[in-house]
């Protein structure tokens, strides 16, 4: 027997409205581009300096005044500067996010964001039938193509600390890792999620593992102080550091396709000791029609890496293929993170 929806009946659509809305959706781009040129061109720390004309923020880039007028009115629309008399502006809390010396700093992911993660979206289309945009746009897989270019590679593990940083407070109140004897962080980047934990439950041994990269940004501190962390180098997909009772692999699944992911996940088996835990810490797609950014972050690292965003059920069985189960999911404060914690496929419960 069919089950009718319990949900009341949506109202016939405006055909106005509908149009407002679409224009809205296909415009977003403008929104994003101009962000970025915003936040390419210093426009925040020059405020903060004081400059509040067009004329003085175009000055030193040789730009046309009147232009730098339309951009910083236009930006008004979405809270990032506000006018004031006398063609005046003044830079919102919001705006000071695009300012290199703002606590929370998004600069550097405003710039990424609009530059070759935004030239990949360009590439939808065929991607759709297969392969990774980032490699047809740049002729290597993006990893690869870090690691050749140093300067690319910082640029990318601080855009990665300025959009997961804000997580790192909620990741560490929701989990107990004082009983943890030694702490393995795998694709840890600089280790700005060792140094909250560490700074937080001084006991437990760490060693954080990743490309050399992220190893060369946690040796600059740009994570946030390492006491006694033993910082390794290498390839997930060939070993992991043995020896560890508690594994995080944060935000590194997603960047790839099941067969890959796997791999990562059986080579942290064999490595792990018997009783140990692993931690994914990801957000999982909902299987309902709860909104959410994970769809569109799908998306996003299926063109950029080939990887995908997973529901629970999906992380269940990458678990049961490298011989790992689900233990339990936990929420935390941070709506973006939660703590998808997996054990070995014989471990007793408890």
């Given at each position: 027997m069919k089950v009718e929806s319990m949900r009341p009946p949506k109202a016939p659509a405006d055909p106005v409205s509908l149009h407002k809305k679409m224009m809205q959706l296909m415009s977003s781009l403008w929104v994003t581009?101009?962000?970025?040129?915003?936040?390419?061109?210093?426009?925040?720390?020059?405020?903060?300096?004081?400059?509040?004309?067009p004329a003085a923020l175009a000055a030193p880039h040789g730009l046309d005044a009147g232009r730098v007028y339309r951009l910083l009115r236009a930006l008004t629309t979405v809270g990032i500067v506000t006018e004031n008399a006398g063609g005046r502006f003044t830079l919102t809390p919001l705006g000071r996010?695009?300012?290199?010396?703002?606590?929370?700093?998004?600069?550097?992911?405003a710039i990424l964001l609009t530059e070759y993660h935004a030239d990949i979206w360009a590439n939808l289309d065929?991607?759709?039938?297969?392969?990774?945009?980032?490699?047809?746009?740049k002729g290597q897989p993006l990893f690869e193509w870090l690691?050749?270019?140093?300067?690319?590679?910082?640029?990318?593990?601080?855009?990665?600390?300025?959009?997961h940083e804000p997580e790192t407070p909620a990741i560490v109140a929701a989990y107990d890792f004082a009983r943890h004897q030694h702490i393995i962080d795998i694709g840890g980047g600089n280790g700005s999620l060792l140094s909250a934990i560490?700074?937080?439950?001084?006991?437990?041994?760490?060693?954080?593992?990743?490309?050399?990269?992220?190893?060369?940004?946690a040796k600059l501190g740009a994570g946030g102080p390492l006491p006694g962390?033993?910082?390794?180098?290498?390839?997930?997909f060939k070993a992991v550091p043995e020896g560890g009772d508690l594994y995080l692999v944060r935000h590194l699944l997603h960047d790839y396709a099941d067969e890959e992911a796997v791999q990562i996940l059986q080579n942290i088996r064999r490595a792990m000791r018997p009783d140990a835990r692993v931690l994914v810490l990801e957000k999982p797609v909902p299987v309902d029609d709860t909104p959410g950014p994970g769809r569109w972050l799908d998306l996003h690292v299926m063109l950029l890496t080939g990887g995908a965003e997973r529901t629970l059920e999906e992380y269940s069985v990458l678990f049961a293929r490298a011989d790992l189960k689900l233990a339990r999911c936990l929420p935390t404060a941070h709506p973006a993170i939660e703590v998808i914690e997996a054990v070995a496929a014989d471990a007793r419960r408890g």
């Open positions: 581009r101009a962000v970025g040129t915003f936040a390419r061109l210093g426009f925040a720390d020059a405020m903060e300096k004081g400059a509040d004309q996010l695009l300012g290199s010396s703002s606590t929370h700093s998004m600069r550097t992911a065929g991607a759709l039938k297969g392969g990774t945009a980032f490699e047809a746009l690691g050749k270019n140093p300067k690319e590679g910082a640029r990318f593990q601080r855009m990665m600390l300025e959009v560490l700074a937080a439950h001084s006991g437990p041994r760490a060693t954080l593992f990743d490309l050399p990269e992220g190893i060369a940004a962390v033993t910082l390794a180098e290498g390839d997930v």
